[in-house]
């Protein structure tokens, strides 16, 4: 019954822009901190961003800040990541996933119970 769905994903040029969405389904998104991460060959799977269920509260990682969004619309129960600026480096599988956390918004994959099957973001140079 709990899924989450992303799209979106796809090839890109350095410097461009890319939104990637993530439908959920089976649970009450607006109470659930929902968050990104990726994963690149060979490589750990690492927290990009993350959102508390009301959408006010915020959390990203270094490396894509000022260049990533993370937004939600609970009426659509879907979360978006807004991508701009896209370098090589932010080529990965995107994952969103739901958090087992309410109060504050976790960085750890196993603070989160519920991920999608990933997105395939590729960044061109």
């Known amino acids: 019954q709990v899924q989450v769905v992303e799209s979106g994903g796809g090839l890109v040029q350095a410097g461009g822009s890319l939104r990637l969405s993530c439908e959920a389904s089976?649970?009450?998104?607006?109470?659930?901190?929902m968050g990104w991460f990726r994963q690149a060959p060979g490589k750990e799977r690492q927290f990009v961003a993350g959102?508390?269920?009301?959408?006010?509260?915020?959390y990203y990682a270094d490396f894509v800040k000022g260049r990533f969004t993370i937004s939600r619309d609970n009426n659509k129960n879907t979360v978006y990541l807004q991508m701009n600026s896209l370098k090589p480096e932010d080529t990965a599988v995107y994952y969103c996933?739901?958090?087992?956390?309410?109060?504050?918004?976790?960085?750890?994959?196993?603070?989160?119970?519920?991920w999608g099957q990933g997105a395939q973001v590729t960044v061109s140079s």
């Open positions: 089976g649970f009450i998104l607006s109470i659930k901190t």
């Open positions: 996933a739901r958090s087992t956390i309410t109060v504050r918004i976790p960085s750890l994959a196993n603070e989160y119970d519920y």
């Open positions: 959102v508390k269920g009301d959408g006010d509260s915020t």
